[in-house]
C-alpha cells in the first residue's frame, strides 16, 4: 500500500477533497493514508503574498510537507493547474513518489502561460486554446466561477 496525496486545482484548497475523502473512508481505499495538501495562498495558507515564489519554490515546499509527513513512493493526484507541479515535485524528489495521476489537469506548452493556454474564445471554438465555458466579455466573476467549477454541485456543496 502506499499514500494518496491529493494536490487541488485554481481557487480550490484541500477542503476541496473533502467528498472524495469521505467516499474513500466509508471503505478499504487500498491506501495506508489520504494526504491533501495546499498550494501557498490557498486553503490553509490564505493570504500568503505569491509575489515571490516560483514554481520551483512552490514544488519545495510541498515536497518539504511531505518530507515531513514522512510520505515515500506516495501517489500524487493533481487536478486543474496541479498539472504543473506535479512532475516538478517529481523531479526535485523522485524517491517521494512512485505514480503521478493527472485529473484534469491543465498541461501547457513549454514557455505558455495557463491564460494563453486557454486563450479567449468559448470552448471547442479554437482547437490551439482550451477556452472557457461561458463568455468573458460579459460573464460576472460570479458565473465565471459556476460555470468552471460549479455545474454539478448541489446548492449546499456551492455554498
Same mark, same amino acid.
Given at each position: 500500500m502506499a499514500d494518496l496525496i491529493l494536490?487541488?486545482? #485554481?481557487?480550490?484548497?484541500?477542503? =476541496?477533497?473533502?467528498?472524495?475523502?469521505?467516499?474513500?473512508?466509508?471503505?478499504?481505499?487500498?491506501?495506508?493514508?489520504?494526504?491533501? #495538501?495546499?498550494?501557498?495562498? =490557498?486553503?490553509?495558507?490564505?493570504?500568503?503574498?505569491?509575489?515571490?515564489?516560483?514554481?520551483?519554490?512552490?514544488?519545495?515546499?510541498?515536497?518539504?510537507?511531505?518530507?515531513?509527513?514522512? #510520505?515515500?513512493?506516495?501517489?500524487?493526484?493533481?487536478?486543474?493547474?496541479?498539472?504543473?507541479?506535479?512532475?516538478?515535485?517529481a523531479l526535485e524528489d523522485p524517491t517521494r513518489y512512485s505514480r503521478l495521476i493527472y485529473l484534469g489537469t491543465a498541461l501547457p506548452d513549454e514557455g505558455q502561460s495557463i491564460m494563453e493556454l486557454l486563450g479567449t474564445s468559448l470552448h471547442g471554438e479554437d482547437p490551439d486554446h482550451v477556452g472557457w465555458p461561458i463568455e468573458l466579455a460579459t460573464a460576472t466573476p460570479e458565473e465565471l466561477s459556476m460555470a468552471m467549477f460549479g455545474q454539478d454541485l448541489s446548492e449546499a456543496q456551492l455554498a
Amino acid at each position: 500500500m502506499a499514500d494518496l496525496i491529493l494536490l487541488h486545482g #485554481v481557487e480550490h484548497g484541500s477542503w =476541496c477533497w473533502k467528498p472524495l475523502r469521505d467516499e474513500l473512508g466509508r471503505g478499504n481505499s487500498g491506501f495506508d493514508r489520504l494526504i491533501t #495538501v495546499d498550494m501557498p495562498s =490557498c486553503g490553509r495558507k490564505r493570504g500568503r503574498v505569491l509575489s515571490r515564489l516560483t514554481l520551483a519554490s512552490i514544488a519545495g515546499e510541498l515536497n518539504d510537507e511531505l518530507r515531513n509527513a514522512q #510520505v515515500a513512493q506516495g501517489i500524487m493526484l493533481g487536478h486543474s493547474i496541479a498539472g504543473i507541479l506535479l512532475p516538478i515535485m517529481a523531479l526535485e524528489d523522485p524517491t517521494r513518489y512512485s505514480r503521478l495521476i493527472y485529473l484534469g489537469t491543465a498541461l501547457p506548452d513549454e514557455g505558455q502561460s495557463i491564460m494563453e493556454l486557454l486563450g479567449t474564445s468559448l470552448h471547442g471554438e479554437d482547437p490551439d486554446h482550451v477556452g472557457w465555458p461561458i463568455e468573458l466579455a460579459t460573464a460576472t466573476p460570479e458565473e465565471l466561477s459556476m460555470a468552471m467549477f460549479g455545474q454539478d454541485l448541489s446548492e449546499a456543496q456551492l455554498a
